[in-house]
């Protein structure tokens, strides 16, 4: 299966050593023997798990290639930390993964690896859904990024360890623990690791503890496109963390300087950010054609600093190996990773979706109900109070959510009642504030972040989409980010509007696997569906996504003013999936949420002055889609009309549909929407939003057509 292939960088190794002087007297005062040689062990496994990743996905046997050859020094970080320090990692970060494995008996760090490259449905962390860097026993939660995006993560998980420590919440970290993240230099130019950076040099400058340390691998060069010498040190030395540099290439550079950055981190409390030079060899993956854009000359300019030739040049000129002894060390660890090869690709693959799937799971979930009064913001409020109340882990921030308490007010009182630990303003920035309860949520916290336009969370989609409804997919349910993100949005607001306050779209949000999307209407569902979610994130580990209606915040009337028929009225759970239906019409069935939900109802009682008997469907939850509720209600009138205020391309009635026809429903079925259009400023809005002179006509069109 396995044949003799080599690379040039293998038989670069095996020359140079082969042409080593014996031992020539030197000392080395910065690493100790015992030390130095499992770090060269450590190295030698990275190396080698590359050379025969490179070989099986040749072969179509392997699925994963992106290497960690040249970025081996990173060995030395993972032996200056404890491996209860929690690790988000690079994909270059093989060293580092063997090193830490070498701290926890029971772990075979190299067949894990092949298992992850050959998609077997035994690997440890992902169970073969992709090849990630993770292990429970390690503290290494697995990450999928290649653009920075588990940045803003680290920073939640740092404050989450300090927060859990000061308000003695049960964390699966210890008090002093450092939050090890590593990175690349091209990916240190991305707007999510500058919003991190910037976030923790935030917290620095204000003195709020901060237990972090951010390791960039600076190899100067991103896939083909090349980093400016000197532009990671011009960017981050001196610009608010304390700075650290190394060459990574050679241990004793990294060895001392990894040891004093962690013991700086640890001992101050306080963010850092430790730069590593290393080197990129065999190309930025397999499928990489690195003379594409790199001349044989530059490549071959890059051999001497290969940091194994480096190492076996100082384990030589120390005389702790003669150079025989350091080639017998190479060749045994290849043909220990090439038969632990053979026995990963033999390994069963996952088969079926269901099984793939299965840690996307939304499980029903026990939620007690504690009636609320008042309209939607009064009822949201006191469910968050509730939820604070009886849940000491749980955590509300946002932009203005603390002192202000919300631009509407919706959680005034809040931060008075419950402390500036637990109801707190963050930065300005989305990716941050999601960062934050992606962190504060692996320290044990339920955190609450709140978003304050839905037109906002695009800024930072990446963090729901790539980070939060991955963790339980890539981890095998093994690790868990239960939060719930308010959002505030959609349209029909009065005064302050245009298409970033009265944003319909949530498109980009709908397709996301595994995430809860909640949109109330009204106060007692409101309460009613928070504490579902709740309840769903401590118990599942669920990602939900809370979408409140602006426009509905204050409403108090239903059809006449004063008529107070839109204030908490019911004391009513909220199941995951279940809609909540008005009036038994036997003519028509009405489908809609949150705005459309009192539109429809005045909707109803003008039909019924035309003879028509409607009842009206309010979805409330948007993914998953109640559909039982749905075709029991559609088949029991024969004719639906849905109401959808959002768009018509990639709206929510298009998953309606689908979900009625795919049921079996064949009765009448028509739709009216909005407009494919952004929403303009003032009287503008209202020629394209879904409005109930629209609903009106297609309901008579629906029930006489």
Not at 46 to 54: Q, T
Not at 481 to 507: C, E, T, W
Request: charged letters at 20%; glycine letters at 10%; aromatic letters at 6%.
């Amino acid at each position: 299966m396995l044949g003799v292939v080599s690379e040039p960088i293998d038989e670069h190794f095996t020359r140079t050593v082969q042409a080593l002087s014996p031992y020539g007297g030197n000392d080395n005062d910065n690493c100790d023997e015992v030390r130095l040689l499992d770090l060269f062990d450590s190295q030698l496994g990275s190396r080698h798990i590359d050379l025969v990743a490179r070989e099986l996905g040749g072969q179509g046997k392997g699925f994963y290639s992106i290497g960690s050859s040249g970025h081996e020094g990173n060995a030395a970080v993972a032996a200056a930390l404890r491996p209860t320090d929690p690790a988000l990692l690079h994909y270059r970060s093989g060293a580092f993964h063997i090193e830490r494995a070498r701290q926890v008996t029971g772990v075979d760090p190299l067949l894990d690896m092949l298992l992850g490259i050959t998609a077997a449905a035994d690997e440890p962390i992902s169970g073969g859904r992709h090849k990630v860097f993770g292990n429970v026993a390690l503290s290494v939660i697995p990450m999928t990024s290649t653009i920075a995006s588990h940045l803003p993560r680290a920073v939640g998980l740092a404050l989450g360890v300090q927060r859990a420590a000061k308000i003695g919440l049960p964390s699966p970290w210890p008090d002093d623990a450092v939050v090890v993240c590593t990175f690349g230099d091209a990916s240190a130019n991305h707007s999510t690791a500058l919003g991190a950076l910037n976030a923790a040099r935030h917290c620095a400058f204000q003195r709020l503890p901060l237990p972090v340390l951010f390791v960039c691998e600076d190899n100067g060069i991103g896939i083909s496109v090349r980093t400016p010498p000197g532009w990671v040190a011009e960017a981050h030395a001196g610009a608010g963390l304390k700075y650290f540099s190394a060459d990574a290439t050679d241990l004793t550079s990294v060895v001392p300087v990894a040891d004093e950055a962690v013991s700086w981190v640890r001992a101050k409390r306080a963010p850092a950010f430790l730069h590593l030079r290393t080197v990129r060899l065999m190309g930025h993956a397999g499928s990489d054609v690195e003379s594409a854009y790199r001349s044989q000359a530059e490549i071959t300019a890059d051999y001497p600093l290969d940091p194994l030739v480096r190492t076996a040049e100082l384990l030589v000129s120390t005389g702790l190996l003669t150079p025989s002894e350091v080639l017998e060390r190479y060749e045994a660890k290849r043909a220990e990773v090439r038969a632990l090869a053979r026995d990963a690709v033999a390994r069963p693959k996952l088969a079926g979706a269901k099984q793939i799937m299965a840690p996307l799971a939304t499980s029903p979930v026990d939620a007690p109900f504690v009636p609320v009064s008042g309209t939607l913001a009064q009822g949201i409020n006191q469910a968050l109070g509730w939820i604070l109340a009886s849940d000491p882990g749980a955590l509300v921030f946002g932009e203005d959510v603390g002192r202000k308490g919300g631009v509407y007010g919706v959680t005034r009182g809040l931060h008075k009642k419950y402390g500036p630990a637990r109801v707190f303003d963050t930065v300005l920035d989305e990716q941050s504030i999601l960062g934050t309860a992606l962190g504060t949520a692996l320290a044990g916290f339920l955190p609450i972040p709140e978003i304050q336009y839905l037109a906002y969370v695009h800024n930072a989609l990446d963090q729901i989409r790539g980070e939060a409804a991955t963790m339980r997919f890539f981890s095998n349910d093994q690790y868990r980010n239960p939060m719930i993100v308010r959002l505030a949005g959609l349209g029909y607001q009065k005064g302050f509007g245009g298409h970033f306050h009265n944003d319909n779209s949530i498109a980009a949000l709908r397709d996301i696997p595994g995430v809860l999307i909640a949109v109330p209407a009204r106060a007692d569902d409101a309460a009613a569906m928070l504490y579902t979610c709740a309840s769903a994130a401590r118990t599942n580990g669920q990602v939900s996504v809370f979408l409140e209606p602006i426009a509905l915040y204050h409403t108090r009337d239903l059809h006449e003013p004063g008529d107070n028929g839109w204030l908490a009225s019911s004391s009513e759970s909220a199941p995951i999936g279940r809609a909540r239906i008005y009036g038994s019409g036997a003519d028509l069935t009405i489908v809609t949420f949150a705005n459309g939900v009192p539109m429809c109802l005045r909707v109803a009682r003008r039909l019924a002055s035309r003879g028509v008997d409607a009842r009206v469907l309010d979805l409330r939850w948007i993914a998953p889609l109640p559909v039982a509720d749905l075709l029991a209600h559609a088949n029991e009138t024969g004719r639906v009309l849905v109401a959808d205020e959002t768009r018509r391309t990639g709206g929510v009635s298009e998953g309606v549909f689908a979900a009625l026809l795919d049921g079996g429903y064949r009765g009448a079925l028509r739709r009216v929407t909005s407009e494919d259009c952004f929403i303009p400023l003032g009287p503008a809005a209202h020629q394209v939003l879904l409005d109930e002179d629209s609903i009106f006509k297609a309901a008579l069109d629906t029930v006489t057509g």
